[in-house]
């Protein structure tokens, strides 16, 4: 083969070794034996995977969503899941050739909505263009990514800040960059994956203290901190699962009775809690330094996307300079995501109104569930509510007839809530009004009355597979 030739030798590699680009071992092997030559074997004598059609994650994909896509087909209803809405993701949306009203939406204060956040990414596509085209410290670094820094560590009373692309990498890098195999990372049980992601990264012994509980904490603490250099306990404002706010000062006592570094996750706390909307900090009026890493994402009540981090400016430095997947080696955010944030954290700043009005849905929601026999959990004075049905089938089959009536509503099921906790997951708006908040607890009540003989069962999709 003529090495000028690389199509043709790509071709030529190919067809060696096609059949074992996928599906079973013993289906690569027939084929490699089909073709006559040997097929490549491990050091125990099994044949090498080079496709991933038998991958379990795979595999499970296929068996439960494909199944269950397939059965909303059959019965004439519509997948909620990955199903586009046209427009902004507000208190109303559009899905399927419908308006609904939208619980389904982080957007807790309508900011992505607004026509200066708007217009501020416009400004800056004019300015800088679509993206900053580099990693910050070689040729990326714009001006408006420092403005929004000084702006976020103003917000934390700290001496620094980092603004990232991606919220979930912000977490799994931070606590990679944090610990090592000489650490321990201490998660609250509810912790959000990207912080279990993180811990991976890291190769630290990782353990669970149970939900919101500071003697859990010291129980662990008293009987294991002295086997480890450092400790990091690992916490969220507000549980994304749960709404339920996070015993802060407590934790911190019983944190710095051991020696332990803390690291709090804010995506669903600011914005949401504290007299302006500003967060855990502001909630409990705590110092900047009371914490020591503020981790928060752009993508929810702010109206962007993105991540941040704030603290000490040495700490900040570290993650600027030195931790892979926050700005080294990654790309810049785009500026236009970066303008967006900075306006809206303004706009929030001159309109504390919306605030006070989601606290005030969130409340109204709360109180009307209850009234209406609803179990909310644990969930207390957040816009995340909670409709708890126990069993996992309930939950999917009121989500479908939810948006059939024209409300927007996620199922929340197994495995990301343990067995026998699943629920429908209610985010409120600002911009929700009474009227719709009551239509949508009313038609819920008519809809789980209407599942009553299903208490109990469960819908996993996986196990009707292989008992089909």
């Not at 714009?142 to 919220?167: C, F, I, M, N, W």
């Not at 049980?189 to 919101?212: D, M, P, Q, Y």
């Not at 009005?357 to 209406?372: C, I, P």
């Not at 509510?385 to 409300?407: K, S, W, Y």
Request: charged share 20%; with cysteine; net charge negative.
């Amino acid at each position: 083969m003529n090495d000028s030739d690389p199509r043709g030798l790509a071709r030529a590699l190919l067809a060696r070794h096609a059949g074992n680009n996928g599906g079973t071992k013993e289906s690569g092997q027939r084929a490699a034996e089909s073709a006559g030559r040997p097929q490549p074997v491990n050091g125990n004598g099994a044949t090498f995977r080079t496709g991933f059609a038998d991958h379990p994650g795979v595999l499970d994909a296929a068996q439960r969503f494909g199944r269950f896509d397939a059965w909303v087909r059959q019965v004439g209803l519509i997948n909620p899941y990955y199903l586009p809405h046209e427009g902004v993701s507000g208190a109303v949306t559009r899905m399927a050739d419908r308006d609904v009203v939208n619980f389904s939406s982080f957007g807790y204060l309508d900011l992505a909505a607004d026509p200066r956040v708007r217009q501020a990414a416009k400004d800056a596509i004019d300015e800088y263009g679509t993206s900053a085209a580099a990693v910050r410290i070689v040729a990326g670094e714009l001006p408006v990514y420092r403005e929004l820094e000084d702006e976020l560590a103003g917000v934390y009373d700290t001496e620094a800040a980092l603004v990232t692309a991606s919220g979930y990498l912000t977490n799994a890098a931070a606590v990679g960059f944090l610990l090592g195999k000489r650490d321990l990372a201490i998660c609250d049980s509810l912790i959000h994956n990207s912080i279990v992601a993180g811990t991976e990264w890291a190769g630290c012994k990782r353990v669970f203290f149970r939900h919101n509980d500071p003697d859990s904490l010291e129980a662990i603490l008293r009987m294991s901190r002295r086997s480890f250099d450092r400790a990091l306990v690992l916490l969220e404002g507000v549980y994304s699962m749960d709404g339920d706010v996070v015993r802060l000062p407590e934790i911190i006592e019983v944190a710095r009775k051991y020696g332990c570094s803390i690291m709090i996750d804010e995506a669903h706390s600011f914005g949401t809690v504290g007299a302006t909307g500003h967060g855990i900090r502001e909630h409990f009026d705590l110092p900047g330094d009371a914490v020591d890493v503020w981790m928060g994402t752009l993508s929810k009540a702010i109206g962007s996307v993105g991540g941040y981090l704030a603290g000490r400016k040495d700490l900040v430095d570290g993650f600027k300079y030195v931790a892979g997947g926050l700005s080294m080696y990654t790309a810049a955010p785009a500026p236009s995501a970066i303008a967006a944030a900075r306006t809206a954290l303004e706009v929030l700043r001159e309109e504390p109104q919306r605030v006070l009005r989601l606290r005030h849905n969130a409340q109204y929601f709360h109180s009307r569930a209850r009234e209406l026999g609803f179990d909310t959990g644990t969930s207390h004075d957040t816009p995340i509510i909670p409709i708890m049905t126990g069993a996992d089938e309930p939950a999917v089959l009121a989500a479908l007839a939810m948006l059939q009536r024209g409300f927007s509503v996620n199922a929340i099921t197994h495995p990301v809530v343990p067995a026998g906790e699943a629920r429908l997951r209610f985010f409120v708006n600002c911009r929700h009004t009474e009227p719709q908040l009551d239509a949508a607890l009313r038609a819920l009540r008519q809809v789980l009355d209407g599942l009553d003989g299903t208490a109990g069962q469960q819908f996993t999709l996986a196990q009707e597979e292989q008992h089909s």
